[in-house]
């Protein structure tokens, strides 16, 4: 099972993308690579996911590791400024998401119902909502459209870093893979207080 995950795991970015297009819903699907590394970091106490089972690595992986132009990035974009630039994106982006859902959900202002780039810039198409799966509350919907921008934004910024340089590039950059690495270690340091205490 892990082999052929690893192998098609790519085709779970792709639908994704698509399913969104059929009912903005289906965004809700992101939470899953939200939720994995973490999962993988206390099951195996090492970033698993990021290494094997990531779609978005193998999708970068398959298109890119022929055709890509394979420069070497440079050490401030994988090790310092651009791991912050991501990371403080993807936090502010996270924490925007929840509170503007929240005040969807205490109607406290209208869902967004817009596919939005970097957060600011809306995209100039509404999405085709081609799958009726019923009535849905403001705020599901609203959500579901801040997580497929958020995705959206991010596999953009991935593509083209994945294609200026090395095809993994992204995984140096990631926010969630910056996260999970601070949990690993924030993971192994309270393993060793424990053990020291005993």
Same mark, same amino acid.
């Given at each position: 099972?892990? *082999? ?9 970015? $792709? ?106 810039? *809306? ?7 081609? $799958? ?27 593509? $083209? ?38």
């Amino acid at each position: 099972m892990k *082999q052929i995950w690893m192998k098609y795991s790519y085709l779970f970015t $792709l639908s994704f993308f698509i399913l969104g297009f059929f009912n903005i819903v289906f965004a809700w699907i992101g939470f899953f690579c939200l939720i994995m590394p973490f999962a993988f970091v206390i099951k195996d106490n090492k970033r698993t996911w990021c290494q094997s089972y990531c779609p978005r690595s193998n999708l970068f992986t398959r298109l890119f590791a022929r055709i890509g132009v394979k420069r070497t990035a440079p050490k401030w974009l994988v090790n310092g400024t651009g791991k912050r630039v991501m990371l403080t994106y993807f936090l502010i982006n996270f924490l925007m998401i929840v509170l503007s859902t929240l005040m969807v959900f205490m109607d406290k202002r209208d869902p967004l119902e817009t596919i939005r780039f970097l957060i600011a810039f *809306q995209l100039p198409w509404n999405m085709p909502n081609l $799958l009726d799966v019923g009535v849905m509350p403001d705020w599901v919907v609203h959500l579901g459209f801040r997580v497929y921008s958020m995705m959206l934004t991010t596999t953009i910024i991935g593509l $083209l870093i994945s294609h200026i340089y090395k095809a993994r590039t992204w995984c140096a950059i990631c926010p969630m893979g910056t996260l999970s690495s601070m949990a690993l270690r924030k993971h192994n340091t309270l393993v060793i207080d424990n053990h020291l205490a005993k």
